[in-house]
């Protein structure tokens, strides 16, 4: 398949609001491409390299080629080139990246260009989701899109079933099975304002959970056999032997299991997401990362136990089998609320959410009691709850859409003030602006620009935006150290002026 086409697609999809239009954009084109193409094609449009960090940013992508005229750059040249990219190491990285950049660049039209620097540079944003590929992948192949979503759900890929449906057919779901040792994506929540609130949209039986800022991981065991995989479905098995040591001494056998990977202080207190991401993440020695910070695992839920699905089981059932697997110190902390309309059950929940967070936890989890574990999905019946952070700060750049955003500044550069007046960057966030905010924050920053470069508008500090975070994190690429977890617009401030937004101290004591 022609990139061209997918391009063509792809502005198509971001220029329409309608999910059906969109569907059926998309079921055209998996319906003409070739099924081995079929997984890139979607990878593509949901902005994914499957190559992942391939080592191309701005100061390769910016030197101009001049574009090809007529498209004959295919699918499958991009890929090929991404991967050659991928593979470069050594001296002269950078030049040969540079070279092979160029030549692919030489290939593709203008149109083509723009979508490939989009796509590296992590840009694409054109609303083609998974959930709206699987309906397409679903009309495409002739298939009911539950169907599609639950062999996706057990399989753990949604390129993988595309490519086997469209060249066999909707017979071709049957293979898909939940089996211990194939990891499937997992659940995910929606969010609600507290746990009030949560109760309330339930409106049945549930239970409070602590919710752990840690690695999510999926624990299989299969006789001696142990993998463990992350939310991403990456096998880091041989990085966590305590997890491994763990399960091992587990009573049952061919189980999955669901929870978290945290570490404690001294004190008992959780240690801060990125210590644990950096001992899971180092490929040093394991037993002396270990030494140094010994990681733990805390189990909430089971997706098979003895071989057989727990998946569809009510959450109350699967909690009995986990319970049976899983001693109670590795089992995540839990307060039931078995009649949501008491007053005094619903306090009592506010209260574990107030130690939770006394505690040094980032929050709840609301979980109804009576429903299934729906893997790959955001369900309705898990809401979590998290206290709410802001900060006002000051817009200091902003960068060009793409897509649906093509002509308007979103991307959002944020600054703190600093002591001397100047302003310290803390990151960038595109997040929860609605139409008529983007609209209003591309005038209101023409009017303060004082440079542009075609992909990015600095303009004089001036403008302040409040923005909500779930909290500050170490980071090197900003010059303060730090960065903001998670952050949204909620609020544009014209009424309060830059000398009055947040210091980099409130962002620093933040932390807590």
Same mark, same amino acid.
Do not use: C, N
């Given at each position: 398949?022609?990139?061209?086409? !997918?391009?063509? %697609?792809?502005?198509?999809?971001? &220029?329409?609001? /309608?999910?059906? $239009?969109?569907?059926?954009? *998309?079921? @055209?084109?998996?319906?003409?491409?070739?099924?081995?193409?079929?997984?890139?094609?979607?990878?593509?449009?949901?902005?994914?390299?499957?190559?992942?960090?391939?080592?191309?940013?701005?100061?390769?992508?910016?030197?101009?080629?001049?574009?090809?005229?007529?498209?004959?750059?295919?699918?499958?040249?991009?890929?090929?080139?991404?991967?050659?990219?991928?593979?470069?190491?050594?001296?002269?990285?950078?030049?040969?990246?540079?070279?092979?950049?160029?030549?692919?660049?030489?290939?593709?039209?203008?149109?083509?260009?723009?979508?490939?620097?989009?796509?590296?540079?992590?840009?694409?944003?054109?609303?083609?989701?998974?959930?709206?590929? !699987?309906?397409? %992948?679903?009309?495409?192949?002739? &298939?009911?899109? /539950?169907?599609? $979503?639950?062999?996706?759900? *057990?399989? @753990?890929?949604?390129?993988?079933?595309?490519?086997?449906?469209?060249?066999?057919?909707?017979?071709?779901?049957?293979?898909?099975?939940?089996?211990?040792?194939?990891?499937?994506?997992?659940?995910?929540?929606?969010?609600?304002?507290?746990v009030t609130e949560a109760v309330g949209a339930l409106g049945t039986a549930c239970v409070v959970e602590e919710k752990l800022d840690g690695i999510r991981v999926q624990v299989h065991r299969s006789g001696e056999d142990i993998r463990i995989y992350t939310r991403s479905l990456d096998d880091i098995t041989d990085r966590l032997p305590e997890v491994t040591d763990a399960a091992r001494q587990m009573t049952g056998d061919r189980f999955i299991l669901d929870g978290e990977v945290i570490a404690l202080d001294a004190t008992g207190r959780p240690v801060p997401f990125q210590d644990i991401a950096s001992r899971v993440g180092s490929r040093v020695d394991v037993n002396a990362a270990r030494a140094v910070l010994p990681l733990s695992a805390v189990f909430f839920d089971v997706l098979a136990a003895d071989g057989a699905p727990t998946l569809d089981l009510p959450g109350s059932e699967r909690h009995t089998v986990l319970a049976r697997l899983v001693p109670e110190p590795m089992r995540v902390r839990r307060a039931v609320v078995e009649d949501p309309a008491s007053s005094q059950q619903v306090a009592a929940a506010e209260e574990f959410f107030s130690e939770t967070l006394r505690r040094g936890h980032e929050g709840v989890l609301v979980k109804a009691l009576d429903a299934p574990y729906v893997a790959g999905r955001r369900g309705r019946s898990w809401l979590k709850v998290k206290p709410v952070h802001t900060l006002d700060l000051v817009v200091l750049a902003a960068e060009w859409g793409h897509g649906r955003r093509t002509g308007l500044l979103s991307n959002l550069h944020l600054g703190a003030r600093a002591a001397d007046g100047t302003y310290v960057m803390l990151g960038k966030t595109f997040k929860g602006l609605t139409d008529e905010m983007l609209r209003w924050q591309t005038q209101r920053l023409r009017e303060l620009a004082v440079n542009d470069d075609g992909f990015t508008v600095t303009v004089r500090?001036?403008?302040?935006?409040?923005?909500?975070?779930?909290?500050?994190?170490?980071?090197?690429?900003?010059?303060?150290?730090?960065?903001?977890?998670?952050?949204?617009?909620?609020?544009?401030?014209?009424?309060?002026?830059?000398?009055?937004?947040?210091?980099?101290?409130?962002?620093?004591?933040?932390?807590?």
């Open positions: 398949m022609l990139l061209a086409r !997918l391009v063509d %697609v792809s502005r198509e999809v971001a &220029a329409t609001s /309608a999910r059906s $239009r969109k569907i059926a954009a *998309l079921a @055209g084109l998996f319906a003409d491409a070739q099924p081995d193409d079929v997984a890139l094609v979607i990878s593509y449009l949901a902005g994914r390299v499957p190559q992942g960090r391939i080592g191309v940013g701005w100061s390769v992508l910016k030197e101009a080629v001049p574009p090809a005229a007529v498209p004959s750059l295919s699918v499958a040249d991009a890929d090929a080139a991404f991967t050659r990219l991928a593979e470069i190491t050594g001296s002269g990285s950078q030049a040969e990246r540079k070279r092979l950049v160029r030549e692919l660049m030489a290939r593709a039209t203008a149109e083509e260009q723009e979508f490939v620097m989009r796509l590296l540079m992590g840009e694409v944003r054109q609303g083609a989701l998974d959930a709206i590929a !699987l309906e397409g %992948v679903a009309q495409a192949a002739g &298939a009911p899109a /539950a169907d599609v $979503r639950r062999a996706v759900m *057990l399989d @753990g890929s949604l390129p993988r079933v595309a490519r086997d449906l469209l060249a066999e057919g909707p017979a071709a779901l049957e293979r898909f099975q939940l089996r211990v040792g194939s990891p499937v994506l997992p659940m995910l929540a929606h969010t609600a304002k507290s500090p001036e403008l302040v935006v409040e923005i909500a975070f779930d909290g500050v994190q170490r980071s090197p690429r900003y010059p303060a150290g730090v960065t903001l977890r998670f952050a949204r617009v909620l609020r544009h401030r014209p009424d309060k002026p830059a000398q009055q937004a947040d210091t980099i101290e409130q962002v620093l004591d933040s932390r807590g």
